[in-house]
C-alpha cells in the first residue's frame, strides 16, 4: 500500500504522525509519495525517515487529468487537478492501482492522506 500526501508549507511532523495513526497503520502502508517539489519539506522528510517510509516523488504535470473519487475545491484552484492527494497515490502506485481509502484531512488542516493498492 501507498499513501499519496498533499499539505501546506506550514505542515507539521505532528499533521503526518496523526493521519499515520487514523490511516497508514490500518492498511499497513510502507511506502510515502507526493510531488518532487513537496518531497523536499523538512517535516515530510523527517516523518518517512523516522518511520522507515520509503519516499515516492512523482511529478506535478503527471497528475494533471487523473480522475479521483474525491473533488476538493481547494486543489482544484491552486492546483488544477481534483484531489492532490488521490491523484498521487494512484500515480505513485502505478498501473492498475486502485483507491482503498479516500481523501482524508488531519486534525490540524495542514495535510490530506489517501491510499492506493496496487499490484
Same mark, same amino acid.
Given at each position: 500500500?501507498?499513501?499519496?500526501?498533499?499539505?501546506?508549507?506550514?505542515?507539521?511532523?505532528?499533521?503526518?504522525?496523526?493521519?499515520?495513526?487514523?490511516?497508514?497503520?490500518?492498511?499497513?502502508?510502507?511506502?510515502?509519495?507526493?510531488?518532487?517539489?513537496?518531497?523536499?519539506?523538512?517535516?515530510?522528510?523527517?516523518? *518517512?525517515?523516522?518511520? %522507515?517510509? /520509503? =519516499? !515516492?516523488?512523482?511529478?506535478?504535470?503527471?497528475?494533471?487529468?487523473?480522475? &479521483? #473519487?474525491?473533488?476538493?475545491?481547494?486543489?482544484?484552484?491552486?492546483?488544477?487537478?481534483?484531489?492532490?492527494?488521490?491523484?498521487?497515490?494512484?500515480? *505513485?502506485?502505478?498501473? %492498475?492501482? /486502485? =483507491? !482503498?481509502?479516500?481523501?482524508?484531512?488531519?486534525?490540524?488542516?495542514?495535510? &490530506? #492522506?489517501?491510499?492506493?493498492?496496487?499490484?
Amino acid at each position: 500500500m501507498i499513501a499519496g500526501f498533499g499539505f501546506q508549507n506550514s505542515v507539521t511532523e505532528k499533521s503526518f504522525n496523526n493521519l499515520k495513526s487514523k490511516f497508514m497503520l490500518k492498511y499497513n502502508v510502507n511506502l510515502v509519495a507526493t510531488t518532487s517539489e513537496k518531497s523536499k519539506t523538512k517535516a515530510f522528510v523527517d516523518f *518517512a525517515r523516522k518511520n %522507515n517510509f /520509503k =519516499i !515516492i516523488c512523482v511529478s506535478h504535470k503527471d497528475l494533471i487529468g487523473i480522475k &479521483t #473519487i474525491t473533488h476538493s475545491d481547494k486543489s482544484k484552484r491552486y492546483k488544477d487537478i481534483d484531489c492532490f492527494c488521490e491523484a498521487v497515490a494512484l500515480i *505513485a502506485a502505478g498501473e %492498475n492501482a /486502485k =483507491i !482503498i481509502q479516500t481523501r482524508e484531512i488531519s486534525d490540524d488542516r495542514l495535510a &490530506t #492522506i489517501a491510499i492506493a493498492e496496487y499490484e
